[in-house]
């Protein structure tokens, strides 16, 4: 039976809109998970998408900050380049300077993937965190409140590549991942079934170089191998995509709020 996924997807002219409406999509979800259960968990990605939605967070001129409670807040990262901390390459890095180290979060509520280590060690140790912190027994798998991904221009989210052995594992919470075509080849990735158990699953994407491949991920042919954000189908239907326009080029016309929907079978 055909899966259903209903899509919606917001587009913005301005940068500062979507770089706003995403920080205010962040704070509605930990505003949310809170009420509901006391704590928020919430994974994000790295690249230059969400730099300026971490300096607004972060920011105390800004709204956000102050409509978090950072103390019910657990942070973790969709995935890591094999990399020290102090790499500029390093996710948690980009995000421990622009957001971590100027808002009052626990320094233990962030739980980053350890790039430095071997891949297979880090990414064992970074299951072995998740399954710490949830108290996971089994074949239990965590469910994060909020998860924020990317998308490049190979149609690639999180690690998970086109062609490589992480768009394959479907029991491990994460995995070391080879990316040959990469400059840090090595990477460990979140897999795409813990993802699609979030509560909320939202892409954040911008550029003119993301219009062809964000096109044929939502209206081409199913071919994750080569598309691996095709592999993103939550479990409760529902998927969001915030955009500029240059990135939405190829979707059908917003309406005049921006906003649009579509409905895919996979």
């Not at 102090?86 to 320094?107: F, I, T």
């Not at 350890?114 to 399954?131: N, V």
């Not at 108290?135 to 924020?148: C, H, M, N, S, T």
């Not at 990317?150 to 029991?171: K, N």
């Amino acid at each position: 039976m055909a899966k259903e996924i209903h899509v919606d997807y917001r587009v913005f002219q301005q940068q500062d809109a979507l770089s706003r409406a995403t920080a205010e999509h962040f704070v509605q979800g930990i505003q949310s998970a809170v009420a509901a259960r006391g704590v928020a968990r919430i994974a994000i990605s790295g690249g230059g998408s969400p730099k300026p939605v971490f300096s607004l967070l972060a920011d105390p001129t800004q709204p956000y900050c102050a409509a978090i409670a950072w103390d019910r807040l657990w942070i973790f990262w969709v995935d890591e380049r094999c990399v020290p901390p102090d790499h500029p390459d390093s996710n948690y890095g980009e995000a421990r300077d622009l957001l971590l180290s100027k808002v009052p979060l626990p320094p233990d509520r962030a739980i980053r993937i350890e790039g430095e280590l071997d891949p297979e060690e880090a990414a064992a140790r970074y299951e072995s965190a998740i399954r710490g912190h949830y108290r996971l027994e089994g074949a239990q798998g965590p469910v994060f409140d909020v998860i924020q991904l990317g998308m490049g221009d190979d149609g690639h989210c999180a690690s998970l590549f086109p062609h490589t052995d992480a768009l394959h594992e479907v029991i491990r919470l994460a995995v070391a991942n080879h990316v040959p075509q990469q400059k840090q080849s090595w990477r460990v990735t979140l897999t795409w079934p813990v993802i699609n158990a979030a509560r909320d699953v939202f892409f954040l994407i911008d550029g003119p170089a993301k219009a062809d491949p964000l096109g044929r991920v939502l209206q081409g042919p199913y071919d994750p191998e080569t598309l691996p954000s095709q592999l993103i189908q939550p479990q409760n239907g529902r998927l969001l995509f915030l955009l500029d326009s240059t990135a939405a080029a190829h979707l059908p016309t917003p309406a005049a709020d921006g906003s649009g929907t579509l409905e895919i079978a996979r």
